[in-house]
Nanobody, 123 residues
Framework: QVQLVESGGGLVQAGGSLRLSCAAS????????MGWFRQVPGKEREFVAA????????DVADSVKGRFTISRNNAKNTVYLQMNSLKPEDTAVYYC????????????????WGQGTQVTVSS
């Protein structure tokens, strides 16, 4: 079992930055692929970024490429999402998730989810 707790969300003006953190419980954090997803009301959950167990592989959605960066610190059982040059369309609830499947961006194969943190970008 892995429990995930996100933090770092909030209200920011367009062009600003936020760093989301996701703290994981359990001694096997380093064996999981970690992902960030986001969702707005009435829409499906959307892939944002993912990172392999050792950080050797990362992927980010085209919509955030060049602005968002995913990283992890296995010693701290934490994964991060650095979000720069934020836009109003980045407004969503952001979720972190964990899976033992390697190199995946599909939300359907992630087994563990946090409760989410709200990010609101004002214009």
């Amino acid at each position: 079992q892995v429990q995930l707790v996100e933090s770092g969300g909030g209200l920011v003006q367009a062009g600003g930055s936020l760093r989301l953190s996701c703290a994981a419980s359990g001694r096997t954090f380093s064996s999981y692929t970690m992902g960030w997803f986001r969702q707005v009301p009435g829409k499906e959950r959307e892939f944002v970024a993912a990172i392999s167990w050792n950080g050797g592989w990362t992927d980010v959605a085209d919509s955030v490429k060049g602005r968002f960066t995913i990283s992890r610190n296995n010693a701290k059982n934490t994964v991060y999402l650095q979000m720069n040059s934020l836009k109003p369309e980045d407004t969503a609830v952001y979720y972190c998730a964990a899976t033992r499947v390697l190199l995946t961006t599909s939300p359907g194969v992630y087994d563990y989810w946090g409760q989410g943190t709200q990010v609101t970008v004002s214009s």
